[in-house]
């Protein structure tokens, strides 16, 4: 039992590891993603982007770092400044990470 349970383990993990663990997850899914902290750096209207001192993001396989991000909504760049604290969640549109939602840190 336990050679038949490790051969099928063996034969799937290739294709759990080739899964795109984004593709198919719905809007209610991401939203429910786990927010990571983030320090706002920076905020460039021209680019439409925002640069955030973020956390480790796992819903896109991301470590800790400084970067620039799309946003979902445009409008989020006007609300936030730099020196602002959030937890947010990103997700991968295009090749580009993009904040999906974002809350104030408390």
Known sequence: MRLLLALLLSLSLPAFAQHDHHAGHT??????APLTEGLVKKINLAAGEIVIQHGQLD???MPPMTMAFGVADKTWLGKL???DRIRFSAE?????AVVSRYVMAK
């Open 27 to 32: 809007a209610a899914e991401m939203k429910e």
């Open 92 to 96: 991968m549109k295009g090749g580009n």
């Open 81 to 83: 400044k730099a020196g």
């Open 59 to 61: 819903s896109i396989g």
